[in-house]
């Protein structure tokens, strides 16, 4: 029998954990909640009503919550983690079409998309395009055509859980993990669900939440494919500083002067291009090494 097991990760939620529990708890045995650092009566709840609790003695952020509960399913030998938000969201019935695809071993990682579904309320448009932005870049470095990247309700089997370790502790976690199933060429495909959004419901500032998420798949990025993020723009640098170069001289062949803009554009480009040219291969090098000791 397939052991799955629903992992909510959960901050200040006493309003919300003890019904979606309950409903959980109709279809599903094996129920994780990640307590990451409530100063409420959230896990206490959790535990009473069955659920294994995982606690975090201070606020870590809701990658550190996704990593713990990717460990404690790796631990309980789970065939599939199933992630699904503790703030009333999400419909305990999308589960079911959430696991579908994994369990007739069609993917790997299923990712229940808001936007191939349907939504009730509204996403304020700063956060649509957002959204659109991030899944934008994950897809332009990842060769997928994903259409909601920061959806938190997904489906795991057994040998993600086994291949990757969340590292990201804030909301970058959700790129960093499909950034990490594309090196291992996990299969991953979307299935609509439902959502009930009321609001702003992030405890974060819309622009810092951006930004981070952003820094951070960046950061991947460029970890993953530091040819490309470093290398391409390095060698644009350099043909650019290049043409300039050529500029100068011919400037200074014909009238025996140097114009001081065209130069010091041109030694920028230059000194930039190379910066990030060498920075391109001594980060693939280290990279290569590290993936070597593993």
């Excluded at 901050?11 to 599903?28: G, M, P």
């Excluded at 990451?36 to 959790?46: E, F, H, K, N």
């Excluded at 622009?207 to 981070?212: A, D, P, V």
Aim: aromatic fraction near 8%; charged fraction near 20%; hydrophobic fraction near 45%.
């Amino acid at each position: 029998m397939t052991k799955i097991a629903i992992g909510l990760p959960s901050f200040n939620e006493e309003k919300n954990i003890a019904s979606i529990i309950l409903q959980l708890k109709k279809n599903y045995e094996l129920i994780l909640v990640c307590d990451d650092g409530s100063s409420d009566l959230t896990a206490a709840i959790s535990e009473k009503m069955g659920a294994i609790v995982i606690k975090h003695k201070k606020n870590l952020g809701y990658g550190a919550a996704i990593r713990s509960l990717f460990l404690k399913a790796h631990e309980l030998e789970c065939d599939i983690l199933v992630t699904f938000d503790s703030d009333g969201q999400h419909r305990v019935l999308d589960i079911e079409t959430v696991v579908a695809p994994i369990l007739k071993n069609d993917a790997d990682i299923v990712i229940g998309s808001r936007f191939l579904g349907s939504i009730k309320g509204e996403i304020p448009s700063y956060r649509k395009f957002g959204m659109n932005t991030i899944t934008n870049l994950v897809n332009a470095n990842t060769e997928k055509k994903i259409t909601d990247s920061q959806s938190g309700f997904r489906a795991y089997n057994k040998t993600v859980l086994e291949k990757i370790i969340p590292s990201e502790s804030g909301m970058g976690v959700s790129t960093e993990i499909l950034i990490k199933a594309n090196k291992y060429k996990f299969r991953i495909i979307e299935v609509p669900i439902t959502i009930h959004y009321e609001g702003d419901t992030s405890s974060q500032n819309a622009l810092s939440h951006g930004t981070s998420v952003i820094l951070s798949t960046m950061k991947f990025i460029s970890i993953e494919h530091p040819l490309k993020f470093y290398g391409i723009p390095g060698i644009a640098f350099l043909v650019l500083g290049l043409f300039f170069i050529v500029w100068t001289l011919q400037e200074f062949t014909a009238t025996g002067r140097i114009i001081t803009n065209i130069s010091l554009i041109a030694t920028g480009s230059t000194i930039f291009g190379m910066i990030l040219t060498m920075n391109s291969v001594l980060l693939y090098s280290l990279v290569s090494v590290v993936r070597e000791r593993r």
